[in-house]
């Protein structure tokens, strides 16, 4: 979800000392899910399990991994900074750490925003209207931007109640399979169903949102805690992670399970808005099916409002505080949502695969040096793992853009190359030797 959407669960909070720390913890903790769990993420577990077979769970683990934990740690990453996006690559360099943030806003306002407004036109308006793609993002975009102009509150209402209303329809279509259909399992599609679900949970983009919202929380939470010590706000925030860390996980591996259960109930060409519709209908029937389409639809708004106004903030305070280049950043913002919004999911998700593998590592890899000891993170083992992250992605970004037969022989030569994880190996073996080095040159 949006920034909107989470500062309306954050004002929810009240004075410390005549609320309990559970209640403030679970709190913070829906919050937490409410900015990870947005309508884009619906789609992608079922069609993982539909293909994965007995090995849902495998693919589970890896989905989990970089769409649940990764940002996870990016929450508590900010909670160590109390910064922006700005600080996680500075210690790279100023100028490394301008122009990661400005990519990653492009990246955020060119694809999972637009791929909010398509989602919401093949699950909520199409199966209803027939109408046409383009008709939907224009109207769609068209709402977005008075919405991003006037920061309304209505959002707030909607953040608030929302999520909740749909963990409990997606317990309703989970709880239904796992009772309903018998545990049989279809064939597995995939060469490599760990590193694939790793791959696919790059998709969610929620490394990219925990980075770029998570300071959101991180202020919003020290207006309402001035007074709470350091420690107990950083306490307070790890414990609220790992909760919605665990809500995360639970619900992803649950539509997974579901997807692979019924893999005998669609054809094997469906596409992943087609199978979430198809099991909702399975399970809740059309009714039920019609409501999920109406809350997918507000829960894209939702974070298409918050992804545009956190990019027309970002540039807006480059540019001296200027309300003209905050409006231009929204009217950009939203041309670029018309125009990626009427092509359908699939070619989205397809199109966002070669920036997801050139932005993805960089962010995972400054997600972890930020939660590590700041001793084993100065800015020399920065700027060394972070290029050597670049270079040793450079194969898989190449691969992803069709020029995998000319480089293939170098792909094979890198260390977990096959599973599209060629930087890992060498930003850890980089970590590690820089840190030996600085440990062994340290006068005794």
Not at 15 to 32: C, G, H, Q, Y
Not at 75 to 83: F, N, T
Not at 206 to 226: E, H
Not at 231 to 247: P, Q, R, S, V
């Amino acid at each position: 979800m949006g920034q909107s959407a989470i500062l309306g669960y954050l004002s929810n909070f009240q004075n410390i000392d005549k609320v309990s720390v559970t209640k403030e913890t679970l709190i913070t903790a829906f919050a937490l899910f409410s900015l990870f769990f947005g309508a884009g993420n619906l789609i992608l577990p079922p069609l993982l399990g539909f293909r994965s077979g007995e090995l849902w769970w495998l693919v589970a683990l890896g989905f989990c991994l970089s769409a649940v934990l990764i940002p996870i740690l990016g929450i508590l990453a900010h909670a160590r900074l109390q910064g922006t996006l700005f600080d996680f690559g500075k210690k790279v360099s100023p100028t490394f750490s301008w122009v990661y943030s400005f990519l990653i806003y492009a990246i955020a306002i060119s694809l999972p925003s637009p791929r909010t407004a398509a989602v919401t036109h093949e699950i909520a308006i199409e199966p209803l209207f027939q109408t046409p793609s383009i008709l939907t993002s224009s109207i769609y975009f068209m709402l977005v931007f008075i919405f991003v102009m006037n920061r309304s509150k209505s959002l707030n209402v909607i953040g608030k109640w929302l999520t909740p209303v749909i963990i409990l329809i997606l317990l309703g279509i989970i709880s239904t399979t796992f009772f309903s259909f018998e545990f049989n399992f279809g064939n597995i599609n995939f060469n490599n169903p760990f590193t694939d679900g790793v791959l696919e949970g790059y998709q969610t983009f929620d490394a990219m949102g925990a980075v770029v919202v998570g300071g959101v929380i991180i202020v919003s939470i020290n207006l309402k805690m001035a007074h709470a010590a350091y420690d107990e706000k950083k306490a307070l925030i790890a414990n609220a992670g790992w909760l919605a860390g665990l809500g995360l996980f639970l619900i992803y591996a649950g539509l997974i399970l579901t997807g692979a259960l019924m893999h005998s109930e669609f054809d094997d060409a469906i596409t992943r808005t087609a199978l979430l519709s198809g099991i909702g209908k399975y399970t809740l029937g059309s009714t039920a099916n019609l409501f999920l389409g109406v809350l997918v639809g507000l829960a894209c708004f939702t974070t298409a409002v918050g992804i545009i106004t956190g990019t027309a903030d970002f540039i807006k305070y480059r540019f001296k505080n200027s309300q003209k280049v905050y409006t231009l950043t929204a009217i950009i913002g939203c041309v670029l949502g018309v125009a990626m919004g009427q092509f359908n999911v699939g070619y989205i998700i397809a199109v966002a695969l070669p920036a997801l593998m050139f932005i993805y590592p960089i962010t995972i890899v400054l997600i972890l040096l930020n939660v590590v000891p700041q001793k084993f993170a100065p800015p020399k083992v920065f700027k060394w793992v972070v290029l050597a992250t670049l270079f040793f992605s450079i194969p898989d970004f190449l691969e992803s853009i069709g020029l995998g037969e000319s480089i293939a022989w170098i792909s094979g030569r890198i260390p977990l190359g096959q599973f599209h994880m060629g930087w890992a190996l060498p930003a850890l073996i980089t970590f590690i030797l820089i840190n030996m080095k600085i440990q062994f040159h340290q006068p005794s």
